[in-house]
Every structure is written in structure tokens, then in C-alpha cells.
């Protein structure tokens, strides 16, 4: 068997970047690289142009997902210097036909893309059958996010078709690894190298990880201790950028300082400070969830103390947030325990036992039902709903992941501005 080739897929915005980061994942021994489907979208052309300039030595992909007009995209794409253009295996194979047709016309080659193919086994046998050239076993980004795994996908195709099978989607140097032993002939990896603050070092984890194919046993991880994993690796901004803004509490404020704290809520709703149903609620909760307190918006009087706090902390609670005051604000901060709250005051109300447990509460702007999941830091607090909770903690580590290789070129010396082109990007009207 031929040695894998390992594609980048540059999905970028800006081809100057794309130029750089392509550069830099050629050092760590990209072989192929994709001009990919959000960089042709922003750039045209262009950027197979640019790309076939700039790397005379290497494939060039277009991943066109062409879905309509076969013919003339794929004559687009080849004019421009790409040697492989990648089509959708979902079109119709009229526009299939013409892809091929045109394909040899121009003396490239044609990859068709599974994403969202219902039956990938018997479409990939027909897409063979019509003349394309390799097979993309691919889940695309938003389906990964649901857990979807383009590993999964392309082991169903193992031994079945009788081209050449490539794999892309959310993978890294151990499912890279994981994708050879499992008969991958091309490995397209995009954001696990272009993220990257090294793009080098991760093309270069990659490219060894292909040249040392192993089937790893399987790690067992439940969805929860995968939300709850991915959600400390990343921060409160992260988790609401990853929610298009959406799910921030306001007016509420980290007590002690730089403390994080994640959990799934348990909610009380609670009367004029009233600290019998905040502090039954410790017992209901688990180590690990998080006390979400509405104390009806009041700050002259506080439900939650340094007692409470005492309490919460030994029986392994996350956190708590308090849409109203807290008290003993200086033995909480000794404690260093998250405590997130909206004033701070003396006085305690009584504990007459009024108010609800695990019911749904509105607190700081945001709606909270049991089970929801809650990031705080020193940002402030978001809100989760647990039915998005896996997507969004995978969303937000990618959030997380883009961040770092911004970081990296504003330290060699770009702007923020210059880096997001934030001219071109501002909103038409
Ligand atoms: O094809 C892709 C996607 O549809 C966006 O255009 C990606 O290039 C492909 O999924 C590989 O990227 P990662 O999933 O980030 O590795």
C-alpha cells in the first residue's frame, strides 16, 4: 500500500493567512493542500490560483462540494491548478456524470464528499461505478458537534468500495493513526492543524501518527463527563461566543476573584432572603452540581452565607449563583469557594421554609431549569440549556482552539483587526 497522504484543509477566511498557515503545515509535512470550501466561498478562485502558485510541488484540492453544474465547477476549479476537486456524493448523478466527464476533459481528479449520505456503502459503490476517484468518508463540522464520528463512518466502508478512501472530520494525530489501520488512504485534517499556535508541530504529530497506524482500545466516556471535561477546559466567554451570544447572566459577579466553577444546576427560588430552601437544596444536590438561587432579584437582604458556604463545600458542590446578596463575603473568600452573587449585605433573612426546589426560576436575566448546565468564571456566569450541552462544550473548546492561533499571530506582531480583516467582514446594509 501507497503511504497515506495527509491533506490540510485550509478552512479559512483570508488567503494571506491561509497562505502562512498552509506554509507552515507543509514544514510539518502536509502533503496535500485544500483550498477549502469557506476559503473559496470568501476568496473565489483565487485562492486555488494563489495556493497552485505558491506550492508548485504539492496537490492542490478544491473542495468545491459541487452540487449542481458538475461540469463547469470542476472546470473552475482545474483551470485554476487544483488537481483533485471535491464534489457532494449526495448530488444527483447527472451533475456526477458531468463532473467526471469533465474531470478527464481536464486531467483531474474527482473526490466525492459522504457528508450526510444515508447509505454511504451503496452510495459509495454507485459513485465508483460513475468514476470518481476517491471516496471522502466525511462528517461534517456542525455533525460533529453532536458526537458524530467520521471514524465510525469510514470503518462501515472498510473492504466495500474499490477506490480509494479518504476520512476527514474533527481528526487528530490518534484517529489519524486510528484511520490508516483502518484502510484510509488520504487523511484530510483542518482544524486540529490549522488552530493550532504551532501549525508545524501539529501537521508534523499528524503526519507521525499516519506513518504509525494502531487501533487504540476504546476510552469509555459518558456524555456527561465529556460536557463536564470539555466545559472546565474552556471559559465563560468561550461557552457564550460558542451560543452566538446567548446565555450570559447579568449584574452577577464572581465573589472570590478568579474561581471557575462548572455543574449542573439545581435551582431555588426563594422569598426575601428566606434561607431554609437555599440551604435544604445542598442536600438534594450532588457533589459536582451547582446551587442557581433566585432570591426574587432583593439585595437588602441575603439567603447565603459563610455557614451555607461551609456546608456546600464539604458535601463536593461546584458552585453557587445568587440572583441577590450574599453575607460573610470575607470567610467565603477565605474559603476561595465559587460563589457568584449580585450585591453583598449584613443581614440574613429568616428560614421559614418558603419557596421551591428544583423548579424552573428566572435568575440574573436567564431562564435555569434543573439540570441545566452552568460555567462561571470571573467573566461572569452563563447558562446552558442540557438538551445543547454536548454540542455547545464541543462548540466552545473549537471557539477555544481558533482563539489560540490568533493569539499566536497578534504575539508575531499582527493586529487583532488585521488578523480578522475587519473592514472587509462589516456588515452591509
Ligand atoms: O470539509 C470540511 C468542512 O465541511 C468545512 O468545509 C473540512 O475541511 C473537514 O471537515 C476537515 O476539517 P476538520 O473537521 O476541522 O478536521
Known amino acids: 500500500m501507497a503511504t497515506p497522504v495527509l491533506q490540510v484543509a485550509l478552512d479559512l477566511l483570508e488567503l494571506?493567512?491561509?497562505?502562512?498557515?498552509?506554509?507552515?503545515?507543509?514544514?510539518?509535512?502536509?502533503?496535500?493542500?485544500?483550498a477549502g470550501t469557506p476559503l473559496i466561498k470568501s476568496e473565489g478562485m483565487q485562492a486555488v490560483r494563489t495556493l497552485r502558485e505558491r506550492f508548485p510541488g504539492h496537490e492542490i484540492v478544491a473542495d468545491m462540494k459541487v452540487a449542481d453544474t458538475g461540469a463547469v465547477e470542476v472546470e473552475m476549479a482545474a483551470k485554476s491548478g487544483a488537481g483533485i476537486v471535491c464534489i457532494l456524493g449526495d448530488a444527483d448523478d447527472t451533475v456526477i456524470a458531468e463532473a467526471v466527464r469533465s474531470a478527464r476533459k481536464y486531467g483531474v481528479?474527482?473526490?466525492?464528499?459522504?457528508?450526510?449520505?444515508?447509505?454511504?456503502?451503496?452510495?459509495s459503490r454507485e459513485l465508483a461505478a460513475l468514476g470518481v476517484d476517491?471516496?471522502?468518508a466525511h462528517v461534517g463540522i456542525d455533525q460533529q458537534m453532536l458526537g458524530k464520528s467520521s471514524l465510525d463512518l469510514l470503518r462501515r466502508l472498510a473492504g466495500e468500495v474499490g477506490v480509494p478512501v479518504a476520512v476527514a472530520g474533527g481528526l487528530d494525530a490518534a484517529t489519524a493513526s486510528e484511520a490508516v489501520a483502518a484502510g484510509a488512504s488520504v487523511v484530510i485534517v483542518g482544524g486540529n492543524i490549522i488552530k493550532a499556535a504551532d501549525v508545524a508541530g501539529a501537521a508534523r504529530r499528524v503526519r507521525e501518527a499516519i506513518d504509525r497506524p494502531e487501533i487504540r482500545p476504546?476510552?469509555?466516556?459518558?456524555?456527561?463527563?465529556?460536557?463536564?471535561?470539555?466545559?472546565?477546559?474552556?471559559?465563560?466567554?468561550n461557552v457564550t461566543d460558542a451560543m452566538h451570544r446567548k446565555g450570559a447572566m447579568s449584574g452577577v459577579f464572581s465573589l472570590c476573584g478568579r474561581v471557575k466553577a462548572v455543574g449542573r444546576a439545581?435551582?431555588?427560588r426563594t422569598v426575601a432572603g428566606d434561607w431554609a430552601k437555599p440551604v435544604e437544596a445542598i442536600d438534594v444536590a450532588g457533589p459536582g452540581d451547582l446551587l442557581v438561587i433566585s432570591n426574587d432579584g432583593r439585595t437588602d437582604v441575603a439567603p447565603w452565607g459563610e455557614l451555607a458556604t461551609h456546608s456546600a463545600k464539604n458535601r463536593g458542590i461546584a458552585g453557587v449563583v445568587i440572583d441577590g446578596a450574599v453575607r460573610d463575603v470575607d470567610d467565603i473568600r477565605e474559603m476561595k469557594f465559587p460563589v457568584f452573587a449580585t450585591a453583598t449585605v449584613p443581614n440574613a433573612g429568616d428560614?421559614?421554609?418558603?419557596?421551591?426546589?428544583?423548579?424552573?426560576?428566572?435568575c440574573c436575566g436567564q431562564e435555569v431549569r434543573p439540570g441545566d448546565w452552568i460555567v462561571a468564571d470571573e467573566s461572569g456566569v452563563v447558562v446552558v440549556p442540557r438538551e445543547r450541552a454536548y454540542e455547545v462544550a464541543r462548540r466552545a473548546m473549537e471557539v477555544?482552539?481558533?482563539e489560540e492561533r490568533i493569539r499566536e499571530e497578534i504575539r508575531r506582531g499582527k493586529t487583532l483587526s488585521e488578523i480578522s480583516e475587519l473592514l472587509k467582514w462589516e456588515k452591509r446594509r
Open 351 to 362: 428560614p421559614k421554609g418558603l419557596g421551591e426546589i428544583n423548579t424552573e426560576i428566572a
Open 266 to 268: 439545581v435551582t431555588v
Open 109 to 123: 481528479r474527482i473526490m466525492a464528499d459522504l457528508i450526510n449520505v444515508g447509505d454511504p456503502v451503496s452510495r
Open 400 to 402: 477555544k482552539k481558533t
Open 134 to 136: 476517491y471516496i471522502n
Open 16 to 34: 494571506d493567512r491561509a497562505v502562512e498557515i498552509a506554509d507552515e503545515a507543509v514544514r510539518g509535512g502536509a502533503d496535500w493542500i485544500e
Open 218 to 237: 476504546r476510552e469509555e466516556e459518558s456524555q456527561d463527563a465529556a460536557i463536564r471535561r470539555l466545559f472546565e477546559a474552556v471559559s465563560a466567554p
